[in-house]
C-alpha cells in the first residue's frame, strides 16, 4: 500500500479548509439575519409566508451543494436575495422603517421597499437561471440564452403573483400585509415590472463575471453573451 506523503496530506487538508471557510462565512451571514428576522416579527404569519422562499432556497443549496455546486456570484447573491426576504418578513414590505424615511424626505407616496423586493426577484434569479442553461448547454447561444432567462424570471414573478391571490384569498387576516399593495391599483403589474428590469439589468452588467467564473469552477470555455 502506498504512502501518502505528509506534505501532500497536509496541502490537502489545507485545501479543504480553504474551500470550508466560504461556505461557514456564508452561513453565519444567513442564519444571523435570520435570527434577527425571527425575533419578534411585526406579524408572524406574514413573516413565515415572505421568509420561506429563503428556507426553501437554504434546502436546495444544501441538497445541491456537491452535485451542483454553484458559481460564487450566485451564491452571494442567493445570500443577499435571503436577507431582502428577511427585512420585508420582519417588518412587512410595506413598514421597512429606512423606506419609511425615503419615502418622507422624497414625498413618496408610498413605502417602495416592495419594489427592491420585486427588482431582486428578477436580478438573483437571472445570474442561477443563466448559470443553469449555460452548464447544461440547454441552448447553443446567448441570445437565447438571455431570452429564456428573462422568460424564466418572468414566469417566477408571475407565479409569485398567483401565491400573493391565493394567500389573499385563503386569509383576509395576513393578506394586506403579505400583498404590500398599498392602494395601488396596478401593485401587480408593478411588481411584475420591476422583476423584468432586475433581470435585464443582472444580464447587461454581471453577463461577463459570471461567464468567467463557470469557467473558472467547470473548466470550459462559457460563451460570451
Known amino acids: 500500500m502506498t504512502k501518502v506523503p505528509e506534505t501532500s496530506q497536509g496541502q490537502a487538508l489545507t485545501s ?47 441538497y445541491t451543494r456537491r452535485r451542483f455546486p454553484l458559481t460564487t456570484l450566485a451564491y452571494i447573491l442567493i445570500l443577499i436575495h435571503s436577507w431582502v426576504l428577511m427585512v ?58 438571455a431570452f429564456f432567462t428573462v422568460c424564466v424570471c418572468l414566469a417566477v414573478s408571475a407565479f409569485y403573483e398567483l401565491i400573493e391571490w391565493w394567500v389573499a384569498l385563503l386569509s383576509e387576516q395576513a393578506a394586506e400585509a403579505f400583498l404590500g399593495t398599498q392602494g395601488y391599483v396596478w401593485d401587480t403589474q408593478s411588481d411584475m415590472g420591476w422583476a423584468l428590469f432586475g433581470a435585464i439589468i443582472a444580464l447587461l452588467t454581471l453577463s461577463r463575471p459570471h461567464d468567467r467564473q463557470i469557467e473558472e469552477l467547470t473548466g470550459h470555455l462559457a460563451y460570451r453573451s
Open 88 to 145: 420585508g418578513g420582519h417588518y412587512t414590505y410595506a413598514e421597512v422603517p429606512l423606506f419609511d424615511t425615503i419615502r418622507d424626505v422624497f414625498a413618496q407616496t408610498r413605502n417602495n421597499y416592495d419594489k427592491v423586493g420585486h427588482f431582486a426577484q428578477g436580478f438573483i434569479p437571472a445570474i442561477i437561471t443563466r448559470e443553469i442553461i449555460i452548464r447544461n448547454a440547454l441552448v447553443r447561444t446567448g441570445f437565447f440564452t
Open 16 to 62: 479543504r479548509h480553504a474551500r470550508l471557510w466560504p461556505t461557514i462565512a456564508w452561513l453565519c451571514g444567513y442564519f444571523a439575519v435570520f435570527t434577527w428576522s425571527a425575533t419578534d416579527p411585526k406579524d408572524s404569519l406574514t413573516w413565515l409566508l415572505e421568509v420561506a422562499p429563503a428556507v426553501i432556497a437554504l434546502v436546495v443549496l444544501a
